[in-house]
């Protein structure tokens, strides 16, 4: 699966942002999405993830009641809307794809088990 990444930019504190990912690639439809970001001087975090059927999501605890991720199967895209925007949410967000658990509920929160990753989009929060 390939992945571009876009929607990124500077926004105030308590604003939004909503992130895209535009994916190609026939094994897309089954595969568990997510989205991870990179602090500046930290380790890249879970952000939060969906199966393939919207059925299951997942949301790392800093960003739990604020961020939603959904998808479109038949636009090949996944979305992360992100509201009421904190300083410490500055980061490159990437989104990825797992296409070794195709059409399962299981997902994952290591960065290692995703195989396919966009380039990232830079999100900068100002306080």
């Known amino acids: 699966v390939q992945l571009q990444a876009s929607g990124g930019g500077l926004v105030q504190a308590g604003g939004s942002l909503r992130l895209s990912c535009a994916t190609s690639?026939?094994?897309?439809?089954?595969?568990?999405m997510a989205w991870f970001r990179h602090p500046p001087g930290k380790e890249r975090e879970f952000v939060a993830g969906?199966?393939?059927?919207?059925?299951?999501?997942i949301y790392g605890n800093s960003v739990k009641g604020r961020f939603t991720i959904s998808r479109d199967n038949a636009e090949r895209t996944v979305t992360l809307q992100m509201n009421s925007l904190k300083f410490e949410d500055t980061a490159v967000y990437y989104c990825a794809a797992d296409r070794s658990n195709r059409y399962s509920n299981r997902l994952g929160v290591s960065p290692s088990e995703y195989e396919d990753w966009g380039q990232g989009t830079l999100v900068t929060v100002s306080s």
């Open positions: 690639g026939r094994t897309f439809s089954g595969s568990v």
């Open positions: 969906i199966n393939w059927n919207e059925g299951r999501t």
